[in-house]
């Protein structure tokens, strides 16, 4: 039987980053050219006919909207060819998992879309680059990753496109789904699924049938105690959406609910989310007596940005909002 074919897009991050030989830190992310990390890693070439694209060579911390909407276009014009099976992204870790979930909604197609980076430089002693990505295409040709929209793939775990997150910013085993588990494990080449999403993507995501040219734009406002809620009018000024990153249950002051109420009377959609890495932010009456903040569900703050700019494409009914968060 002829090897698949895999599409491996690079946009730069630690995988492709250098520095001092054998040391792990002070390195500059997005150095290396992909070609170069994949002709390191021995067995690849036998898993799947690869073809590479160095769409970018940044640090993550570089990425934005633009950048992400020329991601999708890329993918979206490979994954239409018939000659390819699968699409790895190699990527920065730190911004890794709002790419994850702006793919994972706006890709459209049933074909396996991984994710992988690493937290080592390719020219540290045990780079974990070389074996993230070996999986990751290991994971982009098996049957059975058909349909489930973006996965990333790190330390012989895979993870849903709209729950990853990094936990960790020194070990190698980096992320997590928060406490929503997995979808699976990776040892060497063998896949093991246990879960599935049961959130919309990919395919069946209505954000996939057009790409937009550009994004609305939605700030993040963080809560603390004693923080002043003028950050909310600085942001109301540029902004149409604004995300509250809230105490516990995507809590905050009685001053930010006043702000809250006034800005949302002049047309700003306002969702809360929570600083707190696990839970769920449901409705809540005594921080929101008027019903104004869309609930982020179990997305965290920067997701939740992700969802409400592909909304604010769409619509800015505060109700067809609030459903858009609970199928996504
Ligand atoms: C980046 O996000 O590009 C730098 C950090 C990393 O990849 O681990």
Same mark, same amino acid.
């Given at each position: 039987?002829?090897?698949?074919?895999?599409?491996?897009?690079?946009?730069?991050?630690?995988?492709?980053?250098?520095?001092?030989?054998?040391?792990?830190?002070?390195?500059?992310?997005?150095?290396?050219?992909?070609?170069?990390?994949?002709?390191?890693?021995?067995?690849?070439?036998?898993?799947?006919?690869?073809?590479?694209?160095?769409?970018?060579?940044?640090?993550?911390?570089?990425?934005?909207?633009?950048?992400?909407?020329?991601?999708?276009?890329?993918?979206?014009?490979?994954?239409?060819?018939?000659?390819?099976?699968?699409?790895?992204?190699?990527?920065?870790?730190?911004?890794?998992?709002?790419?994850?979930?702006?793919?994972?909604?706006?890709?459209?197609?049933?074909?396996?879309?991984?994710?992988?980076?690493?937290?080592?430089?390719?020219?540290?002693?045990?780079?974990?680059?070389?074996?993230? $990505?070996?999986?990751?295409?290991?994971?982009?040709?098996?049957?059975?990753?058909?349909?489930?929209?973006?996965?990333?793939?790190?330390?012989?775990?895979?993870?849903?496109?709209?729950?990853?997150?990094?936990?960790?910013?020194?070990?190698?085993?980096?992320?997590?789904?928060?406490? $929503?588990?997995?979808?699976?494990?990776?040892?060497?080449?063998?896949?093991?699924?246990?879960?599935?999403?049961?959130?919309?993507?990919?395919?069946?995501?209505?954000?996939?049938?057009?790409?937009?040219?550009?994004?609305?734009?939605?700030?993040?406002?963080?809560?603390?105690?004693?923080?002043?809620?003028?950050?909310?009018?600085?942001?109301?000024?540029?902004?149409?959406?604004?995300?509250?990153?809230?105490?516990?249950?995507?809590?905050?002051?009685?001053?930010?609910?006043?702000?809250?109420?006034?800005?949302?009377?002049?047309?700003?959609?306002?969702?809360?989310?929570?600083?707190?890495?696990?839970?769920?932010?449901?409705?809540?009456?005594?921080?929101?007596?008027?019903?104004?903040?869309?609930?982020?569900?179990?997305?965290?703050?920067?997701?939740?940005?992700?969802?409400?700019?592909?909304?604010?494409?769409?619509?800015?009914?505060?109700?067809?909002?609030?459903?858009?968060?609970?199928?996504?």
């Amino acid at each position: 039987m002829s090897k698949k074919k895999v599409a491996i897009v690079a946009t730069g991050g630690t995988i492709a980053g250098t520095g001092q030989t054998g040391k792990t830190v002070s390195y500059q992310a997005g150095r290396v050219g992909m070609e170069e990390i994949v002709a390191s890693i021995p067995l690849i070439e036998e898993i799947a006919q690869l073809e590479m694209h160095q769409l970018f060579n940044l640090d993550s911390n570089e990425m934005d909207e633009a950048h992400w909407l020329e991601l999708a276009g890329c993918i979206n014009t490979l994954t239409r060819r018939e000659d390819i099976d699968g699409i790895v992204v190699t990527h920065g870790t730190d911004t890794l998992e709002e790419t994850a979930y702006f793919l994972n909604l706006v890709v459209h197609t049933q074909k396996p879309i991984v994710i992988t980076g690493a937290m080592r430089p390719a020219t540290a002693t045990s780079a974990d680059g070389p074996f993230n $990505l070996y999986q990751a295409v290991c994971l982009a040709v098996d049957k059975r990753a058909v349909g489930q929209g973006v996965m990333g793939l790190f330390s012989n775990t895979i993870y849903a496109g709209r729950d990853i997150q990094k936990i960790n910013n020194y070990k190698i085993d980096a992320f997590d789904q928060r406490s $929503l588990g997995c979808l699976g494990y990776m040892q060497d080449d063998k896949v093991y699924f246990y879960s599935k999403t049961f959130k919309t993507h990919t395919f069946h995501s209505v954000f996939s049938w057009q790409l937009p040219d550009s994004l609305p734009k939605v700030g993040i406002a963080y809560f603390y105690a004693g923080a002043s809620a003028d950050i909310l009018d600085d942001l109301a000024r540029n902004h149409e959406g604004i995300v509250i990153i809230g105490s516990g249950s995507g809590n905050y002051s009685t001053r930010w609910l006043d702000k809250i109420e006034a800005l949302a009377n002049q047309g700003i959609l306002f969702v809360r989310a929570s600083r707190v890495n696990e839970g769920i932010v449901f409705e809540d009456r005594i921080f929101d007596p008027q019903g104004i903040c869309i609930p982020a569900n179990t997305l965290s703050g920067p997701k939740a940005r992700v969802l409400l700019m592909l909304a604010l494409t769409l619509t800015r009914d505060p109700q067809k909002i609030r459903e858009i968060f609970d199928q996504y």
